[in-house]
């Protein structure tokens, strides 16, 4: 299959797409695609002003920073965003590190406690195809930040394909509301692919129950530890 077919055909034929990914495994345009999709929003978010709004609305909840004087709350605005633009753009770097450690554990698991014969260079180009439904969320936001004041956008959860979009974050739970948030419609999407591709490259030698435990085990201990912290912090 050509990348064209295989970027269309991880959203329409999964199965006949992530069985030439296993069987030749590419990974630098699906890397490339997300990566300027990334960029792209993070330049959208700048210039509509939405990482300033999401740091005053941070420092509206903390009851300390705002006894501070009007200057070094300006202050602390303008240091977080500078930090939100430092992240936004050392996305070229994040994302392969972050596909990197995804693809080690998926890796370890499959081939360490199932058994399966499955080589690392599958795995990796499987977690990045695996990610293209993200694409989705990217246009999807931008179209949302076109269409309502920025003030009005909540940047931590733009879109309502979770739990946690229906629930009020001043006043939720903050384990409960972090759990709920993770419980998302494309979160699920790209496990089920990456599944898909992990049952492509096994074989017979996994299940597709097999391949939906490897996805889901490192997501649900990521998903807790993320929520705890979250819990933690409120």
Do not use: C, H
């Not at 309502?148 to 006043?171: E, H």
């Not at 898909?196 to 490259?201: C, F, I, N, R, V």
């Amino acid at each position: 299959m050509s990348e064209v077919a295989r970027l269309t055909g991880a959203f329409f034929e999964p199965k006949k797409a992530f069985a030439d990914i296993a069987a030749r495994p590419r990974w630098i345009v699906p890397l490339l695609v997300i990566m300027v999709a990334s960029i792209g929003l993070a330049s959208f978010f700048n210039q509509k002003g939405v990482m300033r709004i999401a740091a005053e609305q941070q420092m509206a909840k903390n009851q300390q920073l705002q006894q501070l004087p009007p200057e070094q709350r300006e202050q602390r605005i303008e240091v977080g965003m500078k930090f939100a633009n430092m992240i936004s753009y050392a996305i070229p770097v994040i994302l392969p590190m972050m596909y990197l450690v995804m693809a080690l554990v998926l890796w370890g698991i499959v081939s360490g406690i199932l058994s399966a014969p499955v080589r690392f260079k599958q795995t990796f180009a499987i977690v990045t195809y695996g990610q293209l439904p993200g694409l989705l969320v990217v246009i999807m936001t931008a179209i949302i930040l076109q269409l309502k004041s920025p003030a009005d956008f909540n940047v931590q959860n733009p879109l309502m394909f979770n739990a946690g979009a229906f629930m009020d974050p001043q006043t939720a739970n903050k384990f409960i509301y972090s759990l709920a948030s993770s419980i998302d419609l494309f979160s699920f999407w790209s496990l089920f692919l990456v599944a898909t591709g992990l049952k492509a490259a096994a074989g017979k030698k996994l299940s597709s129950g097999g391949a939906m435990f490897a996805v889901l085990l490192p997501w649900a201990v990521l998903v807790l530890v993320k929520a705890g912290f979250a819990g933690l912090a409120g």
